[in-house]
């Protein structure tokens, strides 16, 4: 069945380390985005991906990385600039940005810093 | 800048209607959505609805889209306890690559 995976599930990281949240989708979809959760907050987006090797940041991308070298991936960076770091992260794609298709999630990755 | 606003709870017994509303504040939506996310877990698309229909109804959901107001709302006839789960609204313009959430309402469902 197609879908997105995100790994891992849970991860906790100590201050002052850098952690990567891996995005994968095998739905042959062109844009990909990764968003955080926070209560009460709604989905904040972080950054986002409409095709291989290009990506732009989005609302809130200070303290963040991405790379997107295959289509299928796009792993989140979680850098020790990022103040905050602790929420929960989702990753999503949908075949073509801007035509206003359905937007699918992965099963999120919770980040708690120590 | 665009904005997508929705009450934080909402609580009803089982067999109960619920009405979840939203509004929003860019007149060039096109898309509107409504998501439901479980505990731990990511967001489903339930229903979405054009900006050119003011109804549209799919089993237990109707809904309703007020575009003079900028309104929106998710109406779940006979509500379960396993409806409980937090409901996002979204929309998105043609054209461009942005999704807008809400911040979700969080539906309890008492039996």
């Known amino acids: 069945d197609g879908g997105i995976t995100q790994s891992p599930k849970y991860l906790f990281r100590k201050e002052g380390q850098n952690v990567t949240l891996s995005c994968e989708q095998n739905?042959?979809?062109?844009?990909m985005y990764w968003y955080r959760q926070d209560p009460g907050q709604g989905l904040r987006l972080i950054y986002y991906s409409q095709i291989v090797n290009d990506f732009q940041k989005g609302d809130i991308a200070e303290g963040y990385s991405v790379s997107r070298e295959k289509k299928e991936s796009f792993p989140l960076t979680v850098t020790s600039a990022q103040k905050n770091p602790t929420a929960f992260y989702l990753c999503a794609s949908t075949k073509t940005a801007g035509r206003g298709g359905e937007l699918f999630f992965g099963e999120g990755s919770r980040l708690t810093v120590l | 800048g665009e904005d997508v606003e929705q009450s934080l709870f909402l609580s009803v017994r089982e067999g109960d209607s619920s009405v979840i509303n939203c509004t929003y504040t860019d007149s060039s939506s096109t898309y509107l959505y409504w998501y439901k996310q479980e505990p731990g877990a990511g967001l489903q698309l339930l229903t979405y609805i054009f900006s050119n229909m003011d109804m549209k109804q799919d089993q237990r959901l109707t809904v309703l889209l007020n575009k003079k107001d900028k309104h929106l709302s998710l109406r779940i006839a006979d509500t379960q306890t396993g409806d409980s789960a937090i409901y996002f609204c979204a929309e998105s313009t043609e054209g461009t690559y942005k999704y807008i959430f809400g911040t979700g309402t969080r539906l309890k469902v008492l039996a």
């Open positions: 739905l042959n979809h062109d844009a």
